[in-house]
């Protein structure tokens, strides 16, 4: 289990390290070059206010799921604990599926977005879908398990 932990926290912590530069500067420098460029300057701030706002619950995610790799190196794999932290990871990415929807919505009837980067939200929203609902899915799975491990535990 210590490989898998490690592999797994590689991981996390690589998709960390590359979603941080592009929230910090490829959002707010790609953006403002694009929008002056088009000379849609006004759809600059609400955009990246909104890219923005989408990387609160990711990087919330990717601390849950840091977290459920430290119980996977303790060997605690059937917890309490991870069954919240994949609860919250599904809720998370509703959050987001939501936010998008919405934020595709609002910026839709100000007349700043674009048929293109709708198509692309709509995919954004499919898949935030299919992740809440495998992490769902996972969170039930894993609290059964701890069910099941809790009771093996006791008649021992």
Known sequence: MQKVARRLKISIILTAL???PI?????????K????DEGLMYAYVPW????????????MALWEAYKISNHIEKEEIFTKENTESLRKIANLALIDVI?????????TIFVINHP???????????????IYIIFNSLASLT?????????NELTI
């Not at 929230?23 to 953006?31: A, K, S």
């Not at 070059?33 to 002056?36: D, L, N, R, V």
């Not at 709708?118 to 299919?130: E, H, N, R």
């Open 143 to 151: 609290s059964e398990a701890d069910k099941i491990r809790e009771e």
């Open 99 to 107: 936010y998008f929807f919405v934020g595709m919505v609002v910026m």
């Open 23 to 31: 929230y910090l500067f490829v959002f707010p420098v790609w953006g």
């Open 33 to 36: 070059e694009a929008s002056i």
């Open 116 to 130: 293109g980067i709708m198509l692309m939200q709509l995919v954004i929203c499919l898949f935030g879908i299919i």
């Open 48 to 59: 990246l206010i909104y890219l923005s706002l989408t990387g609160i619950p990711l990087f």
């Open 18 to 20: 590359f979603l941080l």
